[in-house]
């Protein structure tokens, strides 16, 4: 009965300690995909929100742009610090569930299971942005934030609309987004799932 306890109590502080090192690695590998995307698209870097994020990340940025430059719209050393981040945390869920470290020969589902789980947070980034865009439209449509989101978002829904037939002013272009980014991110996890089984 004791021993019950002892697994029940061990469980539940794994299983606690799992999703407080989810969240945080998921909050930050996600702010360097931002970092990413603003380099991309060209965002302004001096409003107060790509402040934020800069602040945020340069501590792990920084030194990786000394050996690794950007490259046209690539911001290679947010893109590559995101990925050590998405492995580390893959390594840590596995110790956290398991108690040990994960043999030599998950390392390399490992290192592909990273790249999926970048993939997973650009779309967890994608539906945020485009459900907060869309929320503030309609209650507050001058909302100071407004200009970032739109520049953040319109690379993505401008395509969109393009394709999609004149419905007599109503952008349903948003919605397409947010299904295309749910159902991308439920193909990822099982692929993240099958690679590395975390």
């Not at 390399?108 to 947070?121: E, F, N, Q």
Request: proline share 8%.
């Amino acid at each position: 009965m004791w021993l019950r306890k002892i697994r029940g109590k061990s469980t539940m502080f794994s299983d606690s300690l799992h999703f407080i090192i989810n969240i945080a690695f998921s909050l930050f590998g996600i702010a360097l995909v931002i970092r990413a995307w603003m380099y991309a698209i060209r965002l302004h870097p001096f409003n107060p929100y790509s402040q934020a994020v800069l602040r945020l990340t340069d501590w792990l940025v920084v030194p990786i742009r000394k050996v690794v430059s950007p490259g046209g719209r690539f911001d290679w050393p947010s893109l590559l610090a995101c990925w050590l981040t998405a492995f580390l945390l893959l390594l840590l869920t596995w110790v956290a569930l398991t108690g040990g470290l994960p043999p030599p020969a998950s390392l390399l589902p490992a290192l592909l299971a990273s790249l999926v789980t970048m993939l997973k947070w650009a779309l967890n980034l994608v539906l945020w942005l485009t459900l907060i865009q869309a929320i503030l439209s309609w209650v507050n449509p001058l909302a100071p934030v407004m200009p970032v989101l739109h520049t953040l978002t319109a690379p993505l829904l401008d395509p969109i609309r393009r394709a999609m037939p004149n419905l007599g002013g109503i952008d349903f272009s948003p919605l397409v987004l947010l299904v295309l980014a749910q159902v991308g991110m439920m193909v990822l996890e099982h692929l993240a799932f099958s690679l590395f089984g975390v």
